[in-house]
C-alpha cells in the first residue's frame, strides 16, 4: 500500500523538526503551464487522504494549482510536511494519467500514475516508485486509494515545512 516507495522515506522525515528554506520552483514548458486548468488538474486540487491499512498512519497529499504537492501525517507528533513539485500530462487520458513528482536534490522526478475512481477516489501508483525509474505503465494490485477531504490547496497554519532527507 504505502510501501516499498521514496514517500514511505519522506513519510520518516516527518518525524524531524529541522525547518527548511523555500524551495526554488522549477520552470514549467508553457505546453505544462497551459495544462494546468485542465478539468483533471483541477479536479486533482485540493487535499487527499489516505489510510495505511497494516498501521495507524494517515497520508495527506496537497495538490496546489502553483504545482506545489505537499506531504504530511496528520497524526504524526509534529505538525510538518515536505514541500514537492509535480506536474500531470492530462493528455494521457483517459487512464492512466502521468504524474510527475519533484523532490529537491533529486535529478530525476520520481514518474507515476494515477486516476480517478467512478467513486471519486484518487487512485495513485506509489508502489515501486522512486526518482530514475520508468513510470509504471499499470496499477499493481494494491495502489493507494486517497480519498478527497477539502478543497483547501494550502497546508493548515500549524504545518511547518522542512526539507525531505533521503
Known amino acids: 500500500m504505502l510501501t516499498s516507495s521514496v514517500f514511505i522515506a519522506l513519510l520518516t522525515t516527518l518525524n524531524t523538526t529541522a525547518l527548511a528554506e523555500p524551495v526554488k520552483s522549477p520552470q514549467l514548458t508553457p505546453s505544462l503551464q497551459d495544462k494546468s486548468t485542465s478539468p483533471i488538474a483541477q479536479k486533482l486540487l485540493g487535499q487527499w487522504e489516505a489510510k495505511d491499512p497494516d498501521s495507524p498512519i494517515i497520508l ?22 515536505v ?6 500530462d492530462p493528455t494521457t487520458e483517459p487512464k492512466p494519467i502521468h504524474l510527475d513528482i519533484t523532490i529537491p536534490g533529486k535529478k530525476e522526478p520520481v514518474l507515476t500514475i494515477f486516476e480517478f475512481t467512478a467513486d471519486g477516489k484518487l487512485r495513485l501508483q506509489l508502489d515501486n516508485t522512486n526518482p530514475g525509474k520508468p513510470r509504471p505503465t499499470a496499477f499493481s494490485e494494491s495502489p493507494t486509494l486517497f480519498t478527497k477531504v477539502s478543497e483547501a490547496t494550502k497546508l493548515p497554519d500549524n504545518v511547518k515545512v522542512i526539507e525531505p532527507t533521503l
Open 83 to 88: 514541500e514537492l513539485k509535480y506536474r500531470i
Open 60 to 81: 495527506t497529499f496537497v495538490f496546489s494549482p502553483e504545482g506545489k504537492l505537499y506531504i504530511y501525517s496528520p497524526n504524526s507528533q509534529t505538525s510538518v510536511a
